[in-house]
């Protein structure tokens, strides 16, 4: 079973009916035991990283996530969630986030381009995560902040929107986007897939 984590934020039901689609049994759940018994996870979240965060902590789930990352369990971070595992963000920055990756999340730097970078933009990857979807595949993006690690090995996939952008991070047990598969047609559920498969 495949749970995404509801912690009041995130688009719930387009990222289940997602995971369905893509030939998985999921489950939405803010409960803590269900989460631990999920074979993998899925953590969306959408809008402001302190309001996601702050929404995790009511939930005492920051914790549960944490711990279940550490015992190896496969997480997929989708959009906020993505910039959650990082230690803080511009955009709220007395609000730390869960600190699973060193470095920060900045808001981005596009000189006369219009920020949110929304819509569909096209990745550079390199990582096992993106095979089966061929050269320069475009997703759909709504963002206004980008993860910059510290270690930039973690970095599986940019974007280019007047500078270059964190589209993707990986290590390990950890997988994690900044665009949103579920809106993204055929290549979103490719990724989907690749990540269910993932041991």
Same mark, same amino acid.
């Given at each position: 079973?495949?749970?995404?984590?509801?912690? /009041? @934020?995130?688009?719930?039901?387009?990222?289940? !009916?997602? @995971?369905?689609?893509?030939?998985?049994?999921? %489950?939405?759940? /803010?409960?803590?035991?269900?989460?631990?018994?999920?074979?993998?996870?899925?953590?969306?979240?959408?809008?402001?990283?302190?309001?996601?965060?702050?929404?995790?902590?009511?939930?005492?789930?920051? /914790?549960?996530?944490? *711990? %279940?990352?550490?015992?190896? !369990?496969?997480?997929?971070?989708?959009? @906020?969630?993505?910039?959650?595992?990082?230690?803080?963000?511009? *955009?709220?920055?007395?609000?730390?986030?869960?600190?699973?990756?060193?470095?920060?999340?900045?808001?981005?730097?596009?000189?006369? #381009? !219009?920020?949110?970078?929304?819509?569909?933009?096209?990745?550079? $990857?390199?990582? /096992?995560?993106?095979?089966?979807?061929? %050269?320069?595949?475009?997703?759909?993006? @709504?963002?206004?902040?980008?993860? &910059?690690? $510290?270690?930039?090995? #973690?970095?599986?996939?940019? $974007?280019?929107?007047? %500078? *270059? #952008? $964190?589209?993707?991070?990986?290590?390990?047990?950890?997988?994690?986007?900044?665009?949103?598969?579920?809106?993204?047609?055929? &290549?979103?559920?490719? &990724?989907?897939?690749?990540?269910?498969?993932?041991?």
């Amino acid at each position: 079973m495949i749970a995404v984590i509801d912690y /009041g @934020v995130g688009n719930l039901f387009s990222v289940s !009916k997602a @995971v369905e689609a893509s030939g998985a049994e999921v %489950e939405v759940t /803010g409960d803590a035991d269900r989460i631990r018994a999920a074979e993998k996870l899925i953590l969306p979240g959408v809008g402001a990283f302190g309001d996601c965060m702050r929404n995790l902590r009511a939930a005492e789930l920051d /914790g549960v996530i944490v *711990e %279940e990352i550490e015992r190896g !369990k496969p997480l997929m971070g989708i959009c @906020v969630g993505l910039q959650i595992l990082f230690e803080g963000s511009e *955009e709220s920055p007395d609000e730390p986030g869960l600190g699973v990756f060193k470095g920060r999340v900045r808001r981005i730097r596009a000189e006369h #381009l !219009k920020i949110p970078h929304m819509g569909w933009n096209f990745i550079r $990857t390199s990582d /096992g995560m993106f095979d089966g979807i061929g %050269e320069r595949p475009y997703f759909y993006f @709504v963002h206004s902040y980008h993860a &910059v690690p $510290t270690d930039r090995s #973690l970095i599986a996939a940019t $974007t280019d929107y007047g %500078e *270059e #952008l $964190t589209a993707a991070v990986a290590r390990d047990n950890i997988f994690a986007v900044q665009f949103h598969p579920e809106k993204s047609g055929d &290549v979103g559920l490719r &990724v989907l897939r690749n990540f269910m498969g993932r041991a």
